[in-house]
């Protein structure tokens, strides 16, 4: 009955496969990254379950660091969009799942009288179970997390990758779990305390995405105040120039009705002028009528102004957002920013961002800046940052599309960086 026993090894060998590829992100289209996997990776399942054959369960559990686990890291790190801490934890996270499967229903299958038979049935029916799990309700929640947080994955891949080598070896060294009975209820209490690893884990990293999302919500909100605290300025100021006119407003009367009744029309004409010149014309400007998203553009582009900033604008918005407004708001926050950041590099006479939107046929927006120098992309065609702590905003925004299904692109056309957003009509 051992063929059972075997099978299932590969079957759930399969499944991790599986699981990296629903949990990952790859620098590839979804096309490629299958060929590129299967043309790799059933090969490697083939040849493992060869020497699974020939050497024994036991000798394979203590080989299969080197005959399976260290060529997919390196397969899948070279498909990966994410080359840094992210990749790693998510590759001992897909292991480590089907670990549990195995070594659980291992442990089972012992108490049960050792046929395999229930070890069989049970990897044949949860190792698709926790897949479909993972892609339904985990893959989205867990992409987004990737794509947020940068930080803090390598701690937790140290964490993932010490309680791997640790259930590994407490399984198979040095023997078999099954055949140490006396050591099954610590390593039950290990396959128990894993769950409860990843629960945390996943509870940080989600509380970490929501202190993010306060932040840009926060900054959206300072965006709102600083607008309405110079809006208000600009109209105590009018009111005051309104105030001094008015004081004044007798006099300049009863000299307007001196010179008329005297027939001297030429000082009537010069008094009028001057009178109008005191009351200059000057107007709050409004880029639609969605409350936040018209005070981030109205902050931004007079900001860009005060620096001396061309600014070009020909906006038409739907009635309606397709998306949340304080997120959309964010997105011109993020990328008015990184422009005018990119305008200060330049002389001023250089300086320019235009702003275009069209609400139909489907809503879409295009930023275009000038620049100097060279901007270098990453495989999903986001800017990079040479400066630390810099590149978060272009990252949110990809993030804001992805979200929202929405076509984004960076791409530079000369002296000009440009941002083009197209949401779905439908």
């Known amino acids: 009955m051992t063929i059972l026993r075997d099978l299932s090894i590969m079957w759930t060998a399969l499944f991790s496969l599986i699981l990296m590829l629903t949990l990952f992100e790859s620098r590839y289209s979804l096309q490629k990254t299958l060929t590129l ?5 059933l090969p490697l399942l083939a040849g493992n379950m060869v020497l699974l054959f020939l050497l024994g369960a036991q000798t394979m559990g203590t080989l299969l ?15 990966s969009r994410h080359r840094d801490g992210r990749f790693f934890f998510t590759f001992c996270l897909a292991d480590t799942m089907i670990l549990e499967i195995l070594y659980t229903t291992s442990v089972l299958d012992f108490f049960l009288g050792d046929t395999y038979v229930f070890m069989f049935a049970a990897r044949i029916l949860l190792c698709p179970l926790l897949a479909w799990v993972v892609g339904k309700y985990c893959r989205a929640v867990y992409l987004k997390l990737q794509n947020t947080i940068e930080g803090g994955w390598y701690i937790f891949t140290v964490i993932a990758l010490i309680f791997y080598v640790v259930l590994s070896m407490s399984a198979n060294t040095p023997t078999l779990i099954t055949r140490r009975p006396e050591q099954l209820p610590a390593f039950l209490l290990l396959l128990l305390l894993m769950p409860i690893l990843y629960l945390f884990i996943f509870y940080t990293l989600q509380q970490q995405e929501n202190a993010y999302t306060a932040a840009e919500r926060e900054n959206i909100l300072q965006v709102q105040v600083a607008s309405l605290h110079s809006r208000m300025a600009e109209f105590s100021e009018a009111n005051d120039r309104l105030r001094e006119e008015r004081h004044n407003f007798r006099h300049k009367m009863g000299m307007v009705l001196s010179l008329a009744k005297n027939g001297q029309y030429t000082e009537l004409t010069k008094i009028a002028r001057e009178y109008t010149d005191a009351l200059p014309e000057k107007t709050t400007q409004s880029y639609c009528s969605h409350t936040i998203l018209d005070s981030v553009l109205s902050y931004y582009l007079q900001h860009a102004q005060k620096k001396g900033i061309r600014v070009m604008t020909k906006l038409v ?8 407004e304080a997120e959309l708001a964010t997105v011109f926050a993020n990328a008015l920013e990184n422009a005018i950041h990119a305008c200060e590099q330049q002389e001023s006479k250089e300086r320019s961002i235009e702003i275009t939107s069209i609400a139909e046929p489907c809503f879409m927006f295009q930023i275009k800046n000038s620049f100097t120098g060279t901007i270098a992309f990453n495989e999903a065609g986001i800017p990079l940052s040479s400066k630390k702590g810099h590149g978060f905003g272009t990252h949110s925004i990809a993030t804001f599309c992805d979200k929202n299904h929405a076509y984004y692109e960076f791409k530079t056309q000369g002296t000009e960086f440009l941002l083009k957003i197209i949401f779905s009509d439908t």
């Open 37 to 41: 996997s299967l043309s790799f990776m």
């Open 65 to 79: 660091l080197l005959t399976s686990t260290l060529p997919s890291l390196i397969f899948f790190f070279f498909l």
């Open 317 to 324: 918005f739907p009635d309606i957002l397709p998306v949340d």
